[in-house]
């Protein structure tokens, strides 16, 4: 019976011993989350009387103690003890998620740029309800890598209400992204198509008016008196967003030496096009192809430019 006690006594005392060394080192304890803000004010209690006891940037972990009414008791890395809102941490597979989005935005190609136009939620899949992975100020400059399309979900219009009475839910358009930011370093996920506003070239804004340009790219350049001149690629989509393609019209806009203006030396309509479009130049030309869905089934379309001259080359399946 001595032997039991004492063995009792010490694994009591080997507890003891863990529980100090981890309130003293700092390391937190409980479920692993991390903070997704800025900055996240942890505060003393829940009542209105509060004071803040530790002060959170983007990517700390926490351990998560408890939770309570969308609020989360949280210990910090130096063992500040407070509580945040749920909203302002990612839970373990989200972050991680968002951490391997940004390995997979680093090896896409920009398919365009642009800027975000309001406070814009980044989400770690397409959609409202998708995990939430950070938070972009208005004016932040991001690259556009690809499009995807959403059902709004009930409750965010008045569109969306009435899905509920047999019409069908309206579709939003999302653009998966990448921006580098100052306090959270690199951010990929998909926003909401109209938070941002494209930053197209001034050249291509001219001819802007009925359609929305989705990617665009600078192909080769010629020579002008003054200076030489770009020449681009631009594919876009008139009427409503939440189309099943990503674009159904291609343009090329080249430089004419004699008027000294931009005009359309090609162009494409009636496509089903998916990003991304892939520009190669070699040589003397540059190439450029992408996926369309035809009637025959998924085809692959290459054109190749040479000077101010485009030619498709190839289509097959």
């Known amino acids: 019976m001595k032997k039991i006690v004492l063995a009792g006594v010490a694994v009591a005392v080997v507890v003891a011993g863990i529980y100090w060394r981890v309130s003293i080192s700092g390391e937190t304890a409980g479920e692993a989350a ?186 080769n350049r010629v020579p002008d008196e003054e200076g030489d001149k770009p020449q681009f690629l631009a594919v876009g989509v008139s009427g409503p967003e939440g189309q099943p393609c990503d674009f159904t019209m291609l343009r090329v806009y080249t430089w004419g030496t004699q008027r000294r203006r931009y005009e359309t030396a090609f162009l494409e309509s009636n496509l089903c096009g998916k990003l991304p479009v892939r520009v190669e130049p070699k040589g003397a030309e540059v190439f450029f192809n992408f996926k369309n869905a035809s009637r025959a089934g998924e085809e692959d379309r290459q054109y190749a430019m040479r000077s101010t001259s485009v030619r498709r080359i190839t289509a097959r399946r």
């Open 34 to 219: 991390y903070a997704r803000e800025r900055e996240v004010t942890v505060w003393s209690r829940l009542a209105q009387v509060r004071e803040p006891v530790a002060m959170l940037r983007y990517g700390e972990r926490v351990g998560v103690l408890e939770r309570r009414s969308g609020k989360a008791s949280v210990r910090t890395a130096a063992g500040a003890v407070g509580w945040v809102d749920e909203t302002q941490l990612s839970d373990v597979d989200a972050w991680e998620r968002g951490a391997r989005m940004v390995e997979q935005a680093r090896v896409m190609p920009p398919q365009g740029r642009g800027r975000t136009k309001v406070l814009t939620n980044v989400r770690a899949e397409p959609g409202r309800s998708g995990p939430k992975l950070y938070q972009f100020r208005a004016g932040v400059p991001v690259e556009i890598l690809a499009r995807a399309v959403a059902d709004m979900t009930p409750g965010e219009g008045a569109a969306a209400s009435k899905a509920a009475g047999g019409e069908e839910p309206k579709r939003e358009d999302w653009l998966f992204i990448r921006a580098k930011t100052e306090d959270a370093g690199e951010i990929a996920g998909w926003v909401l198509g109209r938070f941002l506003e494209p930053d197209l070239p001034e050249a291509l804004r001219v001819y802007a008016a009925g359609i929305r340009f989705v990617a665009w790219f600078e192909l």
